[in-house]
């Protein structure tokens, strides 16, 4: 029976003054009686508009048709056709700005929960299915390479092997998943969830080599002249962070964004028993207002800090989802919008003898903004007002300003063009000027969302796939 109301079911969460002190995920998901309900609220578009938003093009409304009919593994099987990472994309992705975006339920009221109905369909096949009932495609003879086993190159690896490619996944780390286990939060997602979409793949053949930093380990140009792959496609992401270069970036208790986080998700630093170091500080500003920036506030939050985020427009003009602004103001994190940090200042301690040069983050000197015309992203330009530096009284200071790829690769492969920005230059097939590699996600793009990184990995897959038919 349809169901015409205006406001999707909610997602059950946990308290907000319970979860801001443990690292468990913040969304509980449906029960099987919501998802259904929800899937309900779809009109079975003949246009279809949700499909066009999806990077990936997800049939949509067929997966939401078999949920309505509680057939919930014949709606995995749906998604599964065109994406090889349903549970992690049906919590990370954006679907506020792709489909449903373009939901028609949204033009009066709230468009469809795609998103949560796509995770619970994985979460329920990922708990009732058994990988060892999984046929392998029979292999075609061809070998390809993938460098990175982010959401890019997981991406990738899964469509070949489905086309009966003997797919390797060469991954720097000791743990595969890539931004998706050292950068994402577990609270937002858990990596067990991670690691059994990683499974599902290794049961369609794909074979994982950890520890591997192609451009050191090995190089590109090896892969393809003395290990006999006759594709590569490179995902090895933006892990390159960015500083503002003011005064104080070199003292204790500085942070880039990357390393917090892949001290607290990969190293699992926020636990007791952990080897990894990382800072309990009593007040933390992060600097930045993107995603990266509402999961390092959170996790600092969790370690038991008082939290600002020090972002130099508006909260309107915040790039960070709103779901996940709002997640973290329900927590307590403590926004200063309109605000742009100018110095780190701090102290040495002389008993400190092992390394004399730098002291400890004491405070930051910061500038009151206002907006004025917008610049050439279309966002209004912030500028410092006249006479308004104040201090802010912080004992650690985590810089959240994006990143940019690292140039190993590109330095150590042969015919490969580069962005002066760092960016590999590839076309719209992910081919690159060198023959026989593709590359996708943030390593040419810089950093964005997972669901584009995993649309550029399917689209470098077909083109590989038809590159390699034709040789």
């Known amino acids: ?68 009919q509680g057939d919930f593994e014949g709606a995995y099987q749906v998604i599964a056709e065109a994406s090889s990472l349903p549970a992690v994309c049906g919590r990370v992705c954006p679907q506020e700005n792709q489909c449903e975006g373009k939901c028609v339920r949204g033009i009066k009221g709230e468009p469809v929960a795609i998103g949560r109905l796509e995770r619970f369909v994985a979460d329920w096949h990922n708990t009732n299915a058994d990988l060892s009932d999984l046929v392998k495609p029979t292999l075609n003879g061809h070998r390809v390479a993938v460098v990175g086993s982010g959401p890019s190159g997981l991406t990738c690896a899964g469509e070949l092997a489905k086309r009966g490619y003997a797919v390797t996944v060469f991954e720097a780390l000791h743990l595969a998943g890539g931004v998706l286990v050292y950068g994402i939060p577990e609270f937002r997602l858990p990596k067990s969830i991670v690691q059994k979409e990683i499974d599902g793949l290794k049961a ?62 990969l190293m699992k630093a926020y636990q007791a028993e952990s080897d990894t170091p990382i800072q309990h500080a009593r007040r933390v500003a992060v600097v930045g207002g993107g995603n990266v920036a509402m999961d390092a506030a959170r ?40 605000t742009n940090p100018i110095e780190i ?51 650690c200071v985590i810089m959240a300003l994006g990143t940019s790829p690292n140039p190993l690769i590109k330095s150590t492969t042969s015919g490969l063009e580069t962005a002066k920005w760092g960016g590999i230059i590839a076309d719209e097939r992910g081919l690159t000027s060198r023959e026989g590699v593709w590359a996708g996600g943030d390593a040419v793009t810089g950093a964005a969302t997972v669901i584009l990184a995993m649309g550029a990995g399917k689209t470098a897959a077909a083109a590989i796939d038809a590159y390699l038919r034709n040789k």
Not at 233 to 253: D, R
Not at 311 to 328: I, T
């Open 1 to 68: 029976m349809a169901n015409m109301s205006m406001k999707k079911n909610p997602m059950p969460t946990q308290a907000p003054e319970e979860r801001n002190r443990n690292f468990n995920e913040v969304a509980l998901g449906y029960t099987a009686e919501q998802a259904i309900d929800e899937a309900n609220r779809c009109l079975r578009c003949k246009n279809m508009p949700c499909v066009g938003g999806c990077p990936v093009k997800i049939h949509i409304p067929a997966f939401i048709a078999k949920v309505a």
């Open 204 to 265: 369609l053949g794909v074979v994982i080599e950890t520890n591997t930093v192609v451009g050191k380990t090995v190089s590109v140009d090896e892969l393809m002249e003395e290990y006999g792959f006759e594709a590569v496609f490179i995902a090895s992401g933006a892990g390159l962070p960015k500083f503002m270069g003011i005064p104080g970036e070199n003292l204790k208790g500085v942070y880039s964004a990357n390393e917090f986080l892949t001290r607290i998700n």
């Open 299 to 338: 996790c600092a939050k969790r370690l038991g800090a008082e939290v600002y985020v020090v972002y130099r427009r508006g909260m309107e003009e915040l790039p960070a989802r709103r779901e996940e602004v709002e997640h973290a103001m329900e927590e307590g994190v403590i926004f200063k919008t309109l």
């Open 345 to 395: 200042f701090g102290y040495h301690n002389p008993d400190d003898r092992r390394d004399p040069m730098n002291g400890f983050v004491t405070g930051m000197k910061c500038v009151e903004m206002e907006l004025g015309e917008p610049d050439a992203s279309g966002r209004r330009r912030p500028t410092e007002k006249a006479n308004s530096a104040f201090t802010l009284e912080v004992d």
